[in-house]
């Protein structure tokens, strides 16, 4: 979300920071209090699904709603070089969405062994059929998880809002963008109707904003896409890692991480061996990144984080 704020100081990103902390439960925190229902998906949607997990998770989910969750999920304030600050939320589908996962994943499974399916299960390539009830309640089920994390998004965005205009006064916020991954949607590509899954990626049609995040250390980006169809209208959906989070902590050096930020003057929270996961160090380089993909996208926006809150 861009503002009209042209620029904060260092003292009065802590003072925002420490607001948001307080309004929005990071990691496996969860709201203590459920949150407004109204702001949740209509559950009347799945009436249709046997066994919906939603339905079961509903309750649960609305103490979720709002939370940031933990890995790579952030909440991020950044100068960008079109003269404002904005604001970047990096959140999923929280516990309710991995309950869903973990059903349809298992009964996946099931079936395929039962149908003696040729792929082989250590592959955790399980599949359900199209024009199968299961694979049509699982869409319906997983298009309710997508919603729900926008919602998600939405609600701690309201709030890192309201923290930035306790502190500083009167704000506006001229533009919203939101884009998603790790989920899949009927889509036409070279003249077929076929089911696109993105993981590491995010849609890039013709046109269509979207955002690709370096890291807390380095540049994230506004971008339009170009409608590449040899991507399947698609592009990155970050700088990826080039370490596994294990590899990042045991191998790479605290003070030169926290050096590295400090001397880029962001207000971070990288501060023992375990936060290594999140360091800079630990994903690639966002420039090679961004080059690599120029014939996907075009840069409108360059970031520069100026502060970060990781789950």
């Known amino acids: 979300m861009q503002t009209s704020l042209p620029g904060l100081d260092r003292e009065t990103l802590k003072k925002i920071l420490g607001l948001i ?3 929005v439960p990071v990691g496996f925190d969860h709201h203590k209090r459920q949150q407004d229902r109204s702001l949740m998906p209509d559950p009347a949607r799945l009436d249709g699904v ?13 103490k979720q709603i709002g939370t940031l969750g933990g890995g790579n999920h952030f909440i ?37 062994e039962r149908w003696r399916s040729e792929v082989p299960k250590k ?46 006064g009167a704000v506006e916020f001229p533009q919203f963008i939101n884009i998603a991954h790790n989920y899949a949607a009927m889509e036409e590509h070279f003249g077929k109707e076929v089911l696109i899954h993105r993981k590491g990626a995010t849609r890039a049609f013709a046109g269509e904003f979207g955002i690709i995040p370096g890291s807390q ?43 590295r930020l400090d ?20 994903y690639k380089d966002i420039e090679t990144v961004m080059e690599n993909q120029s014939d996907l996208v075009d840069i409108a926006v360059s970031l520069l984080p100026l502060a970060v809150i990781k789950g």
């Open 21 to 23: 902390r307080a309004a």
């Open 50 to 62: 046997e066994k919906s997990i939603v339905r079961e998770q509903f309750e649960a989910g609305c």
């Open 76 to 112: 991020e304030m950044q100068q960008g070089d079109d003269g404002h600050v904005w604001l970047m939320i990096h959140s999923g589908s929280r516990n309710i969405g991995l309950k869903v996962a973990e059903h349809y994943n298992r009964l996946a499974v099931s079936l395929n």
């Open 123 to 168: 592959w955790e390539l399980a599949f359900l059929p199209l024009e199968t009830q299961e694979a049509q309640e699982y869409l319906a089920e997983m298009s309710w998880c997508v919603d729900f994390a926008l919602a998600s998004r939405k609600l701690m965005m309201e709030r890192v809002k309201a923290a930035v205009q306790e502190v500083v």
């Open 217 to 259: 250390g380095s540049r994230s980006f506004i971008v339009i896409g170009k409608g590449n169809r040899e991507s399947y209208c698609s592009c990155s959906h970050g700088a990826g890692r080039k370490m596994g989070r294990g590899q990042a902590q045991r191998e790479l050096n605290l003070q030169a991480e926290v050096e």
């Open 263 to 282: 001397a880029l003057g962001v207000v971070h929270g990288i501060r023992n061996q375990k936060d290594l996961d999140e360091a800079p160090g630990s």
